[in-house]
């Protein structure tokens, strides 16, 4: 049996429940890392899922929109585990309207889940990891971390936060054993997505392969979805010792979506 690189080491994955964060935690566990996981909805059917490849995995129900309650789950980690090794901030949350239609109390939220979250984390994170001079920050953010689409301001404002907050997490650990980067995913077939694909299919009334193509065309010129699990091998590479000296860095995995 292979070595399980990440043996000893706790995980701890915001929204993590499904889609990106869970994709994210099972590859992770892959490599022996324990887990926490956190997100809303039934945490049962996940949790037993990262369980069965082997490690110990705990949950916590925080609400990222709520300092108090991030520090209650790191706090709840180290009580488990004895800190965190490996924090990825994935939890995120999205809505659509034109700037001066934008209802304010979603930005908030928005701004509050996809940007502030990452600090609340990484903040009550670093000192154990500067304890024992080893860490890894990884911040799920997005193609929208790196470009705008119209509609959707008040989360390319916090994508974009969040890679500005990678390059200055990185920067004040950069002697030290602690790397931070973003991952900048472009269309990932979540179940949130499919069922996107599925609505525009009955819409215009296409086959599913045929509203996955009008869905891809628009923007990822691959014409195809990133996965979760490609996403978890590159935080499984992130949390390496090849990638000792990758620091600040915005990886996108978009299908080109960028290059254009």
Known sequence: MAERTLSGKTALVTGSTSGIGLGIAKCLAKQGAN?????????QAPKAEVEALGVQVRYHGADMSKASEIQAMMQFASEAFGGVDILVNNAGIQHVAAVENFP???????????????F?????????????NWGRILNVASVHGLVGSAQKSAYVAAKHGIVGLTKVTALENA??????????????????????????AHELSLSNEEATKLLLGEKEPSMQ???????????????????????????NMDGGWTAQ
């Open 104 to 118: 304010v109390e979603r930005w908030d939220a928005i701004i509050a889940i996809n940007l502030s979250s990452a």
């Open 175 to 200: 002697t030290s054993g602690i790397t931070c980067n973003a991952i900048c995913p472009g269309w990932v077939l979540t179940p949130l997505v499919q069922k996107q694909v599925d609505a525009k």
């Open 35 to 43: 887990i926490v996981l956190n997100g809303f909805g039934d945490y």
């Open 120 to 132: 609340h984390t990484s903040r009550l994170a670093l000192p154990y990891m500067q304890q024992k």
């Open 225 to 251: 979805f990133t996965t979760p699990e490609e996403l978890g091998e590159l935080a499984v590479f992130l949390c390496s010792t090849a990638a000792n000296n990758v620091r600040g860095v915005a990886w």
